[in-house]
């Protein structure tokens, strides 16, 4: 099968022939129909991997920390070999998905063979995939608009725990993807919307979407905005969706909004916090962390135990669920954020596009979708090994099975 890899040393993405997976116990193994490239995620992906090395070491202080530990550890042959190493290594883009089933397995029971589903695989054309990250895809939705449903469950997530309700004021800040799916939850909720960005095109679709707008190449102060939107009360809440190593945006946040206002960071800003801007108006501030509970907990992910219903209402699964749902209805526009489409093979002309000087928003891979193509031929060959011929009662420290070659398929 094929599979979207990045060099992190050179920043080149590739097309490239990998083995199959194989469905494990809690997983379902999914043939990709759809992938949606997220501008800002695999933007931010795409232009580390194309920077140098200083301006990679500039980006992640917290690794040239382990670097320098290392050295004084193991010298510098040691070390130098270990981050080439590193940066040499291909990593696999992409986190929304939709497709169909081809094997379900063991303890997976809300899913079948066949079903269109939306998950969080990566780009490729087979992804194995925990069954807690899956939803069914409704039959009103298409696989274009299926491939959409994890960045909005990232939206959800972030209304969730800005806990909006029926009239409040909300400024959105970065009219990204996420950005202007959040425009348009909110206004789902029946919030009143103030979208804060740049791009003239995403400010005109946040006010298709029904928000009020401001740009600002042209304002050079959005909390006067911000306030005027308001009433001059202050706005409810703020909802920050934008990606910038600068913490300004958390602090227009604080002066926008009322006493005991709620700020929500589901982007990505720099956090040098101002006591005083939280202080005087006892405002509450919280990191959105990805799709929702359950979340990088490999008890929910990786080994399929759910939370209690009753407990935890809202997990990342079921916060996909209610994206899918909104999208089956008709409440969510996602046709709108479509800027480019791509067969699978012209990957590296999408990802020109997403590195390009032009505006873009979501760019749909799509793949082959030959019926004739069995789906033994997509996965290849799997090789079986016989339990019987391995010597499991080896105690001695001696290994009792191994492989030859550390290259990337092994790590895949």
Known sequence: M????????????????????????????????????????????????????????????????????????????????????????????????????????KGVRHLNRGDRVAS????????????????KTAVEVSDDHAAFTVLGAIGVQGI?????????????????????????????????????????????????????????SEVSDPVSEALSFSGERGVDGVIITASTSG???????????????????????GLELSRDDFYEKELTFQVSCSYGPGRYDPFYEEQGHDYPFG????????????????????????????SHRFPLQDVGNAYDVLGGQS?????????PDDRNQSDESILGTNIELDQRSIDIRATDGSPVIGFLGAGDHASL
């Open 311 to 338: 407990f935890v209402r809202w997990t990342e699964q079921r916060n996909m669920e209610a994206m899918m749902e909104l999208l089956a209805r008709g409440k969510i526009d996602v046709e709108s954020l479509i």
């Open 120 to 135: 969080n695989g990566k780009h490729a054309e087979v992804v194995n995939v925990p069954a807690n990250l899956c939803v």
């Open 160 to 216: 969730r725990l800005a806990q909006p309700s029926l009239g409040e004021t909300f400024v959105v800040t970065g009219l990204g993807l996420v950005g202007l799916l959040t425009v348009q939850l909110l206004a789902a909720n029946g919030c009143r919307v103030l979208g804060i960005g740049f791009e003239s095109r995403r400010l005109a679709l946040a006010r298709q979407f029904g928000a009020h707008t401001v740009d600002l």
């Open 359 to 367: 505006p873009c928003l979501g760019i749909i891979l799509e793949y």
């Open 2 to 105: 094929r599979q979207v890899l990045q060099n992190q040393k050179t920043g080149q993405t590739e097309l490239v022939d990998v083995p199959s997976p194989k469905v494990r116990t809690g997983h379902v193994l999914i043939r990709t129909r759809r992938t949606l490239i997220s501008p800002g995620t695999e933007k931010a992906v795409l232009d580390f991997g194309k920077a140098s090395l200083i301006e990679k070491a500039r980006k992640n202080p917290e690794k040239v920390r382990m670097v320098f530990d290392r050295l004084r550890k193991e010298g510098f042959l040691e070390t130098f070999e270990a981050v080439t190493r590193k940066l040499e290594q291909r990593i696999a883009l992409g986190y929304c998905n939709s497709g169909i089933v081809l094997e379900v397995g």
């Open 247 to 269: 913490s300004e945006p958390v602090h227009q946040a604080a002066q926008m909004c009322r006493k005991r206002g709620r700020i929500v960071l589901v982007g990505v800003t």
